[in-house]
Structures are given as C-alpha cells and as structure tokens.
C-alpha cells in the first residue's frame, strides 16, 4: 500500500464516490476503479461495496480508517519536516476558497504565484464561506480564504475590505424600493444582520421578494431590470448600472471582510507562506 493509495481511500471516504473523487485526485473513474481492485487484491479484503447511490466502506475498510489517517499524516510530516529543512519551494498547497474569490479574484493571484514557483501544486476547494470554515476546522486544508466573521485565533489575517453596495439597472431613492422587488440573496449571518441594520435604519420592508441562492444569478436578474439587490463591490466590476454603497446612519460604511485563516505550523512550509503572501499582496488591507 503507498502513500497515494492511502489518499485514494480517505478521498473515497470523504466523497462516497468514485466519479468525484476521481476528480479530486486528477485522475480518471475507470483508473481509479482499476486501482481500488489491485488494492482489493493486495490485501485480500474487499474495502468497497459499490451501489447507485455511491460507495460504501465494508466493516473491515471502516476498521482501518484511523490507521490510514494517521499514516498519511505521518506521509505529510515527512514532507513538511524535509521542505522546511531544503529550502526548497515545491510540495502542495491545499486551499480552501470562497466562491465569490475563487470567481472574482482568484485567477490573477494564481497565476502570479504559479509562474514565480512552478513546482508547487495547488489543490483547490471551493464552497459557500459558512461550509468552508468547517473543512478547514476539519483539517481538510491548510489555508482558508473566507469571507464573514469566524471563531478562530491561531492564524487569521485580514486581508481585504470591500464595500457593499444597493444595485439596480436604474437610479432610486431609498423610499422607493419598498415598492420594487428585492433579489435577496442568501448570506451568512453576519452580512444578513448587516443589511437588516441597514432596512431597519431606513424603515425598509420591501413587499416584493425573490430568494435566490448565488451571487452571479442575482445579478444577472439586476442586469435583466428584474428588482434591486444588495451585494459586495468584488461581484461589479463590469456592472453598468447603478450602485450606491450602503452607509449606516452614524457615518460608518457597511464593509464586507476577507480573511485567511491558517495553523501556524503549516507557515514553516516556504509554498504556504508564500500563497499567503501573494494573497496579502492583492488585498487591499495593510499588514
């Protein structure tokens, strides 16, 4: 059993599926499945049972599954204590990103980084911010980039604000969105009670609601002329209509935060030090 057929399983069992976790390890289903079977045959034990709705660990494959982790993470603290000790800038970076950066903003940083250091991998995951934080609790990944508030003090910078503004094809006035429709986003908890600040400050209650759950189709509906909507400055680069940041009745902007959360230890790494770095770079918030 190698090291890659130990990540095989702990991606099989992270996704109960082979298509996609065939996806994960940048390899092909009927490859992956051809492998399963060696190991199968190697160990004389049978690990998976396959079904419609994915596949399942046998009682014997789910035994083993501490052992696994433990000796891929042993695999990884070899790699890391060789890294840290080289000098050498290779290895991999697991990330974890927010939709809305991995969209808006993510190409133009990966590019730099993997023209300055070629031999580093980059593995990416991308979810909704409140879904993200959880893989990273999980150590699923070693940096996070999120948006929103989070519990966490072992590693976290801020690295970038942006506005958040009230957009519509057409101009408004505050009073008048009562009587439009509001593309409502869904959002985690703290933009959601920032705009109700915002709605409570304005004595706004819009009767006309449509609930949507992206970002790029809420603004495709703006554009469309369908209502109004309120969303971060990250998604209008390329908007022609109207936006107006939303600023609070004391003064204070509504500012929408970034953050990369990290464990400190993986900071010894030179790749994950230097992706943090090249994140920071493009951010708009000095350290």
Not at 58 to 64: D, N, Q, R, S, V
Not at 111 to 131: G, N
Not at 258 to 283: D, N
Request: aromatic share 10%.
């Amino acid at each position: 059993m190698s090291e890659q057929d130990l990540e095989l399983l702990l991606k099989l069992n992270q996704y109960k599926n082979i298509t996609k976790a065939a996806e994960r390890l940048h390899t092909t289903q009927p490859a992956l499945t051809r492998r399963v079977k060696a190991l199968e045959e190697e160990l004389g034990v049978q690990l998976l049972i396959r079904s419609r709705n994915g596949v399942i660990f046998t009682p014997l494959a789910e035994g083993i599954l501490p052992k696994i982790r433990e000796l891929s993470e042993t695999f990884q603290s070899v790699r890391t204590y060789l890294d840290i000790n080289s000098g050498y800038v290779g290895g991999t970076v697991k990330i974890g990103l927010s939709i809305n950066y991995a969209q808006y903003r993510l190409a133009k940083v990966l590019k730099e980084f993997l023209c300055q250091y070629p031999k580093v991998k980059v593995d990416i995951r991308t979810t909704q911010s409140q879904s993200l934080y959880p893989i990273f609790m999980n150590k699923e990944i070693s940096l996070a980039v999120l948006r929103g508030e989070y519990k966490w003090d072992a590693g976290c910078r801020l690295f970038n604000q942006e506005s958040v503004c009230v957009v519509s094809l057409e101009e408004f006035d505050i009073p008048s969105l009562n009587q439009r429709n509001y593309l409502r986003r869904s959002s985690e908890e703290a933009f959601r009670a920032g705009i109700q600040r915002w709605f409570d400050e304005n004595r706004l209650n819009p009767q006309n609601q449509v609930y949507i759950d992206n970002i790029t189709t809420t603004l495709e509906l703006v554009k469309a002329g369908l209502g109004w909507a309120i969303l971060p400055e990250v998604c209008l680069d390329h908007f022609q209509g109207v936006k107006k940041p939303i600023i609070y009745q004391d003064g204070t902007p509504f500012l929408r935060n970034s953050y990369i959360l990290y464990r400190k230890e993986y900071l010894e790494l030179p790749q994950v030090a230097l992706f943090v770095e090249k994140i920071i770079s493009h951010g708009n918030v000095a350290p």
